[in-house]
C-alpha cells in the first residue's frame, strides 16, 4: 500500500535551498485502526524536517494520511512507513515524526522515528 500512498504527496521547490531551517507539522486528529482490535486509533503526529531541495505541499499531505482512517495497523509501522515516505519524496537533511497516540486501557503510547541523510 506505501508505494501507492507516497504517490499522493507532492512537493514543491524550496527557495532557501543554501539555508537550514526548521519546518514542523502538526495533524492533531490522525486515525488509524488497530489491527488486533478493528478500533479507531487516534493520535497527534508531529512532523520535523530540515527541507533540502524540496517541501512537502500541505494539502496532498493531508489527502495522504487521511489514507490511514481505514488501515489497519501498528503504531510503529503507521509511524515508520509515513517517515520512510516523507523521506522519499523530500530527501531532507534531517526528518523526525513523533506519534503520539491517544490512550487506551489507560496506556498512552508514543512513537519517534528520525531520518538523518548521510552526508
Known amino acids: 500500500m506505501s508505494a501507492a500512498l507516497r504517490d499522493m504527496l507532492e512537493t514543491f521547490a524550496n527557495q532557501f535551498p543554501q539555508r537550514d531551517y526548521t519546518i514542523e507539522i502538526v495533524c492533531p486528529e490522525f486515525t488509524s485502526v488497530c489491527p488486533k482490535t478493528g478500533q479507531p486509533d487516534f493520535g497527534k503526529?508531529?512532523?520535523?524536517y530540515v527541507?533540502?531541495?524540496?517541501?512537502?505541499?500541505l494539502k496532498s499531505l493531508k489527502l495522504y494520511l487521511q489514507q490511514y482512517r481505514n488501515e489497519g495497523i501498528f503504531y510503529e509501522h503507521v509511524t515508520n512507513r509515513i517517515l520512510d515516505?516523507?523521506?522519499a519524496v523530500l530527501q531532507p537533511r534531517q526528518l523526525r515524526l513523533a506519534a503520539a497516540f491517544s490512550p487506551r486501557g489507560g496506556i498512552t503510547t508514543t512513537v519517534t522515528a528520525q531520518y538523518q541523510r548521510a552526508q
Open 45 to 48: 503526529l508531529t512532523i520535523t
Open 51 to 57: 527541507p533540502d531541495q524540496r517541501c512537502v505541499e
Open 85 to 87: 515516505d516523507l523521506a
